[in-house]
């Protein structure tokens, strides 16, 4: 007779193993191929997928790489002529490093992988925007509206974005220059206000043992349960946050209503900052993904030679 | 100081909201449906606006009072 310890321990490492058959398994059949995609919402803004057949490390990988590999452009260099405004030099630029701009990224390049090879930039790498802003006699807002670009394509997502207030005599008069960059070396580079990932639910409710109390339907912060005729219908999955209020307000022993997760299906949530398509930040995210896994490759090779 | 750019949270663009915000709080309106309707959804960005004080204003009317005071004495 074994332990229960003893029993746990062989059931878990029975499990491992068969979870590392079955993933090398579908990379080696059904590889990536298998992935199933399902659009649940999009719009300019923002994406929403529901993602089947994959695992948490490739989910993970995807929206890390979104993070911190995607380029975009925004202002990391502010030449300041004139200020007399109430925010100082330091604040100012920094508010309008912050400022989302629209991203071309099949015109500019990394000023790290252009070819002109320059400090300052070269017309493929670098775009000026000159702001110069006076008051009259009355206090003015100075909007990130009011920069003139050099490429009309690259110009601030939003004309209404306040940079700084200006009382009767001031003025403010500054140069940015705007540069393709990546989020792993400031947060203005990121293309995504949200990107998350998440277990979807699965909820399992025992009809025979269900007395339709509908306590887990008015629990429910999400309202994912309804009740249609004489059953309780789960209404929309993806909203569920798998908080299990539902099963502690089952007053059935053993709970008449299961919450899990499967681990091979998640839902996807991108939010952008509008410098890019969320279809687009995908894409480039899977380029890059690709890109350094041949990197990989090619070294591995180098290494069996 | 002035309405933050970005979510200090998130990074979602909240500083062009405001502007509007205000003047539809200011006209009635209620705040949590004004946020709603600028798809603010998240709490972090939606404290962003509603906690909110633009001081700017009350140390700018030290400039223009300034201004005014020495238009007097050099007329
Ligand atoms: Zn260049
Ligand atoms: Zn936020």
Same mark, same amino acid.
């Given at each position: 007779?074994?332990?229960?310890?003893?029993?746990?321990?062989?059931?878990?490492?029975?499990?491992?193993?068969?979870?590392?058959?079955?993933?090398? +398994?579908?990379?080696?059949?059904?590889?990536?191929?298998?992935?199933?995609?399902?659009?649940?919402?999009?719009?300019?803004?923002?994406?929403?997928?529901?993602?089947?057949?994959?695992?948490?490390?490739?989910?993970?990988?995807?929206?890390?790489?979104?993070?911190?590999?995607?380029?975009?452009?925004?202002?990391?260099?502010?030449?300041?002529?004139?200020?007399?405004?109430?925010?100082?030099?330091?604040?100012?630029?920094?508010?309008?490093?912050?400022?989302?701009?629209?991203?071309?990224?099949?015109?500019?390049?990394?000023?790290?992988?252009?070819? &002109?090879?320059?400090?300052?930039?070269?017309?493929?790498?670098?775009?000026?925007?000159?702001?110069?802003?006076?008051?009259?006699?009355?206090?003015?807002?100075?909007?990130?509206?009011?920069?003139?670009?050099?490429?009309?394509?690259?110009?601030?997502?939003?004309?209404?974005?306040?940079?700084?207030?200006?009382?009767?005599?001031?003025?403010?008069?500054? *140069?940015?220059?705007?540069?393709?960059?990546?989020?792993?070396?400031?947060?203005?580079?990121?293309?995504?206000?949200? &990107?998350?990932?998440?277990?979807?639910?699965?909820?399992?409710?025992?009809?025979?043992?269900?007395?339709?109390?509908?306590?887990?339907?008015?629990?429910?912060?999400?309202?994912?349960?309804?009740?249609?005729?004489?059953?309780?219908?789960?209404?929309?999955?993806?909203? &569920?946050?798998?908080?299990?209020?539902?099963?502690?307000?089952?007053?059935?022993?053993?709970?008449?209503?299961?919450?899990?997760?499967?681990?091979?299906?998640?839902? +996807?949530?991108?939010?952008?900052?509008?410098?890019?398509?969320?279809?687009?930040?995908?894409? *480039?995210?899977?380029?890059?993904?690709?890109?350094?896994?041949?990197?990989?490759?090619?070294?591995?090779?180098?290494?069996?030679? | 100081?002035?309405?933050?750019?970005?979510?200090?949270?998130?990074?979602?663009?909240?500083?062009?909201?405001?502007?509007?915000?205000?003047?539809?709080?200011?006209?009635?309106?209620?705040?949590?449906?004004?946020?709603?309707?600028?798809?603010?959804?998240?709490?972090?960005?939606?404290?962003?606006?509603?906690?909110?004080?633009?001081?700017?204003?009350?140390?700018?009317?030290?400039?223009?009072?300034?201004?005014?005071?020495?238009?007097?004495?050099?007329?």
């Amino acid at each position: 007779m074994m332990e229960p310890a003893e029993k746990a321990v062989e059931e878990a490492g029975e499990y491992r193993s068969n979870r590392e058959r079955k993933t090398v +398994f579908s990379f080696e059949i059904n590889g990536v191929g298998s992935m199933n995609i399902k659009t649940l919402k999009e719009d300019d803004t923002s994406i929403h997928l529901l993602i089947k057949g994959t695992n948490a490390a490739f989910m993970n990988t995807l929206r890390r790489i979104i993070l911190t590999e995607v380029p975009t452009m925004a202002i990391d260099e502010v030449v300041v002529i004139e200020n007399s405004s109430v925010l100082r030099d330091e604040f100012v630029a920094h508010r309008i490093g912050l400022m989302p701009l629209k991203t071309d990224l099949d015109t500019y390049n990394l000023p790290e992988a252009c070819n &002109c090879g320059s400090e300052f930039g070269c017309n493929l790498c670098r775009v000026s925007l000159a702001l110069e802003s006076e008051s009259g006699d009355h206090t003015i807002t100075v909007y990130s509206g009011d920069f003139k670009s050099d490429n009309p394509s690259v110009v601030p997502v939003s004309n209404r974005i306040p940079i700084t207030k200006l009382a009767p005599e001031q003025k403010v008069k500054l *140069e940015a220059y705007a540069r393709l960059g990546k989020g792993k070396d400031h947060a203005r580079w990121q293309p995504v206000a949200v &990107c998350t990932y998440r277990y979807l639910p699965i909820i399992k409710i025992n009809e025979k043992s269900c007395d339709l109390c509908e306590k887990c339907i008015k629990v429910c912060p999400r309202k994912v349960l309804r009740k249609t005729g004489d059953e309780i219908v789960i209404h929309n999955i993806e909203d &569920c946050s798998l908080c299990q209020d539902c099963v502690d307000a089952c007053e059935k022993t053993p709970n008449a209503i299961e919450v899990t997760w499967d681990d091979e299906s998640y839902t +996807f949530n991108l939010e952008s900052t509008e410098a890019l398509k969320p279809r687009r930040i995908l894409q *480039e995210a899977l380029k890059i993904l690709d890109e350094k896994l041949n990197n990989l490759l090619d070294q591995l090779k180098g290494i069996q030679e | 100081m002035i309405i933050p750019v970005r979510c200090f949270s998130c990074g979602k663009l909240v500083g062009d909201k405001w502007e509007d915000f205000t003047r539809r709080v200011k006209e009635g309106e209620d705040a949590g449906q004004v946020l709603d309707d600028f798809g603010v959804t998240r709490y972090c960005c939606r404290r962003m606006l509603l906690s909110h004080v633009e001081i700017i204003d009350e140390i700018i009317q030290f400039h223009e009072t300034g201004k005014k005071r020495q238009l007097h004495s050099s007329s």
